[in-house]
């Protein structure tokens, strides 16, 4: 079975990178090099992701540079081919999401004959089985959700906000917030949450 790719998507990725700074970032939050199906513009990609991190311009002239001197020129499919990427250049804004989504639909593919490998193996336990499948499917799930990037501080801030808002109005009518105890004062006071690791310490004299 063919695995699903949008090799022009890649090279669009790549060309209006070195156009636009703003183009790189926004890619730069979504695509890591083995989200891109050639090998050739993974390469391309590493580099350029590793120019943005030292603060260097991604330009087409300087990317092509940096990769001459680090002898990458062959795998990076060629400076030719490497200086036509931004020529062309489709108008469409977030093009990315494009290569992010056959990269996933790529890691699905390869999550489901993990799933088929476990499933006929007929020496193991169901439950092994059964959480392994679970466990190869959500990585892709998780992974394609968050897109690898970065979250916003006023998204992080916002939800924060949300969570403390529903949290007081809960504690406000009387309800309980956080993971119900057997102690019902101190319940209250850490309102413990399902993934919250609580050291409780204290004197011997206390």
Not at 41 to 50: A, E, F, P, S, Y
Request: charged residues 20%; hydrophobic residues 45%; proline residues 5%.
């Amino acid at each position: 079975m063919t695995p699903p790719t949008d090799i022009p998507a890649e090279r669009a990725v790549l060309g209006s990178a070195m156009l636009d700074p703003q183009a790189m970032v926004r890619a730069a939050d979504t695509l890591a090099p083995d989200d891109f199906y050639r090998e050739a513009h993974g390469t391309t990609w590493r580099v350029m992701l590793d120019m943005m991190a030292s603060g260097d311009p991604v330009e087409m002239a300087s990317v092509c540079g940096v990769i001459l001197a680090g002898g990458l020129a062959d795998a990076c499919g060629g400076i030719a081919y490497l200086s036509a990427l931004p020529d062309n250049v489709p108008s469409t804004e977030n093009v990315e999401h494009r290569v992010k989504g056959t990269a996933t639909r790529r890691a699905l593919m390869t999550a489901s004959q993990e799933v088929v490998a476990l499933a006929a193996d007929g020496g193991r336990d169901l439950q092994e089985v059964l959480d392994g499948s679970s466990r190869a499917i959500a990585e892709v799930v998780h992974a394609g959700q968050n897109d690898g990037g970065m979250v916003g501080m006023f998204d992080l801030v916002g939800a924060s906000m949300d969570a403390l808002h529903e949290a007081e109005e809960t504690r406000r009518a009387g309800g309980q917030v956080g993971l119900s105890l057997p102690w019902g004062t101190l319940a209250r006071k850490l309102a413990i949450k399902p993934t919250d690791l609580v050291v409780v310490a204290g004197r011997p004299a206390m």
